[in-house]
């Protein structure tokens, strides 16, 4: 339970250091934190492909997104996405075998707090960045909640098959 704590502690302070810190302390913080969820909490390497899916999922939907005219990030150097963002993927992509898999018992319920907290972080992070909507704030976060309503329950789905 004491490292599922420390996964979403994790978690949650690197999303506010990769929103505050900019590119350099972003990248800086995930290795750090990359380090320690390999000391302590991976257990096996295919937890390790499943972060490197999800990192690779979650770029090629933030990059659709900005492809779209969604959401737009002024300090973008790849794909449209600056490498905070990356960064904020590889974090929450250990959170998928740890702090989070716990809703994979709840599908319905993984799909409803995706819905809603998905755009929310991207709702947060225009408003604590350089980010800005292109379209409708508010179409923008309904194409990005059915988004997150698909694709999250997908990785915590892919999560337990490695658990098992």
């Known amino acids: 339970m004491k490292f599922k704590i420390l996964n979403l502690v994790i978690f949650q302070l690197g999303w506010a250091v990769c929103i505050f810190g900019g590119n350099l302390m972003a990248v800086a913080y995930s290795l750090i934190a990359l380090l320690i969820h390999n000391r302590y909490l991976v257990k096996t390497k295919s937890e390790w492909q499943l972060i490197g899916l999800v990192i690779l999922v979650g770029i090629t939907w933030d990059s659709l997104v ?71 704030p508010i179409i923008s976060m309904l194409v990005i909640g059915a988004g997150w309503a698909a694709l999250f329950p997908l990785g915590l789905h892919m999560a337990v098959r490695i658990k098992q």
């Open 66 to 136: 900005v492809f779209f005219g969604l959401i737009f990030y002024p300090d973008a150097v790849w794909l449209g996405l600056p490498v905070w963002l990356v960064c904020i993927w590889a974090l929450f992509a250990t959170t998928f075998m740890h702090s989070l898999l716990w809703l994979s018992r709840y599908y319905f319920f993984s799909v409803m707090l995706a819905a809603v907290f998905g755009p929310m972080t991207y709702w947060s992070g225009t408003e604590l960045s350089d980010a800005y909507f292109g379209a409708s």
